[in-house]
Nanobody
Framework: QVQLVESGGGLVQPGGSLRLSCSAS????????MGWYRQAPGNQRELVAL???????NYADSVKDRFTISRDNTKNTVYLQMNRLKPEDTAVYYC????????????WGQGTRVTVSS
């Protein structure tokens, strides 16, 4: 059974940094895309960043040049380095592991809250 465990959220002042981590167990993840999504109160869940097994990366326009996604396949872990945080980055952040071919293999973390406030 696949499980994703997130860590790294918290309260930070505007302009500060946080690093989120998401570690998976229960399978081999070399054929999985790994991503971070976020959901602010009253809003739909949105994609923040996505990294493919090839290393190809996509970012939401709102986080380009501030956030960096990376993955360590030896540790089954995906990271999100968030710099120059803004109040509008406040949300619950979820990691997602999705198999490239088997669409039912789609897993979510429990969510970690990020609050950007002075």
């Amino acid at each position: 059974q696949v499980q994703l465990v997130e860590s790294g959220g918290g309260l930070v002042q505007p302009g500060g940094s946080l690093r989120l981590s998401c570690s998976a167990s229960g399978s081999v993840f070399s054929r999985y895309a790994m991503g971070w999504y976020r959901q602010a109160p009253g809003n739909q869940r949105e994609l923040v960043a996505l990294i493919m097994p090839s290393g190809s990366i996509n970012y939401a326009d709102s986080v380009k040049d501030r956030f960096t996604i990376s993955r360590d396949n030896t540790k089954n872990t995906v990271y999100l380095q968030m710099n120059r945080l803004k109040p509008e980055d406040t949300a619950v952040y979820y990691c997602n592991f999705r198999h490239l071919e088997i669409f039912t293999y789609n897993y979510w973390g429990q969510g970690t809250r990020v609050t950007v406030s002075s």
